[in-house]
């Protein structure tokens, strides 16, 4: 079983910034792909980006485009997400996936294509 932790998340004025980590422990021998979703209250989860294993290939969602950008340690089993010109709707709950791939360069954009989860850590932008 891999587990996923996530930190980082705070309370931050728009325009701000916040870095978010993921940290993979357990079974985590082979590949994985990773990636970043929210959920808002009251709203359903949404995709927000995803990184290959390589680290090469990366995908957003059309709303944090050039704002956010997702990297990986992959030597240490950690994943991040910069987050830079924050705005109040991007208050959520984050949380990190992964799922265990065979190609170096795959990525996942949906939720149901991930095996595992963390408890989420809480991003609040205040206007």
């Known amino acids: 079983q891999v587990q996923l932790v996530e930190s980082g998340g705070g309370l931050v004025q728009a325009g701000g910034s916040l870095r978010l980590s993921c940290a993979a422990s357990?079974?985590?021998?082979?590949?994985?792909?990773m990636g970043w979703f929210r959920q808002a209250p009251g709203k359903e989860r949404e995709f927000v980006g995803a990184?290959?294993?390589?680290?090469?290939?990366?995908s957003y969602a059309d709303s944090v485009k050039g704002r956010f950008t997702i990297s990986r340690d992959s030597a240490k089993n950690t994943v991040h997400l910069q987050m830079n010109s924050l705005k109040p709707e991007d208050t959520a709950v984050y949380y990190c996936?992964?799922?265990?791939?065979?190609?170096?360069?795959?990525?996942?954009?949906?939720?149901?294509?991930?095996?595992?989860w963390g408890q989420g850590t809480q991003v609040t932008v205040s206007s």
């Open positions: 996936a992964a799922v265990r791939i065979y190609s170096s360069g795959i990525y996942y954009i949906r939720g149901d294509d991930y095996e595992h």
């Open positions: 357990g079974r985590t021998t082979g590949s994985y792909a």
């Open positions: 990184i290959s294993w390589s680290g090469i290939r990366t």
